[in-house]
């Protein structure tokens, strides 16, 4: 018999081991991918013109960009093996137990990217960032999507500052604070949709 269900049960009737095997077959991927999307790789579609033009959202929605807004997969085991580096693109969950946006939620995933790291000093000034007193080179954003708004922000030990590549569409840590490393889901590394945006970021 080469079916292992005939080796293991060899008085299941033909019909039976076939269905089972099915079964198994299709449980298994199931399993399989449950896995993976909890543990290793999670797919996130971009929802909001915060990232724009790093990560494009959909049209109509206000300041996107593209037809179809672009979906991503973020690497959630990676953080268990380093730290985050400032400048990588972070999927999270926001902190507190109020709504950080006007039409936010409690708890809300967001894609943004890290900006300040444990224990710095965020100072925004005319657009421009400076991380301790230095101004941080930020090649990804383009002169018209600058927030010309100034504020000073220290980071906690183990909390993390981000910002979206729109400043001044971005609902980000300006407004709602540091995000606690616990929150973080994982680092944003490929785009898989549509067609026209698939590569690694």
């Known amino acids: 018999m080469r079916d292992p269900l005939g080796r293991v049960a060899p008085g299941l009737p033909h019909g039976v081991r076939v269905v089972l095997d099915w079964i198994l077959t299709i449980g298994g991927a199931i399993l399989i991918v449950l896995a993976l999307k909890a543990w290793v790789v999670n797919p996130y579609r971009i929802p909001s013109s915060s990232m724009e ?23 959630r085991f ?16 926001t902190p507190g137990d109020k709504p950080v946006c006007s039409d936010g ?8 990217r890290l900006i300040g790291l444990p224990g710095e000093t965020v100072t925004e000034r005319n657009g421009f960032i400076f991380i301790n007193g230095k101004a941080l080179l930020e090649p990804y954003i383009q002169p018209e999507r600058r927030d010309h708004m100034s504020g000073t922000w220290k980071v906690p030990a ?17 407004t709602w604070g540091a995000v606690p490393r616990k929150n973080l889901i994982g680092e944003v590394f490929f785009v898989y949709w549509p067609p026209n945006r698939i590569g690694f970021r």
Request: aromatic share 12%.
């Open 105 to 112: 939620k409690v708890g809300e995933t967001f894609v943004k």
């Open 78 to 93: 990676i953080y268990h093996f380093r730290s985050p580096k400032r400048g990588e693109i972070i999927v999270f969950k």
């Open 158 to 174: 183990g909390d993390y500052f981000f910002m979206g590549d729109n400043r001044n569409e971005s609902c980000d840590s300006r």
């Open 53 to 75: 033009p790093t990560l494009h959202c959909a049209r109509p929605a206000n300041g996107c960009l593209a037809r179809f807004s672009d979906r991503v997969l973020a690497n």
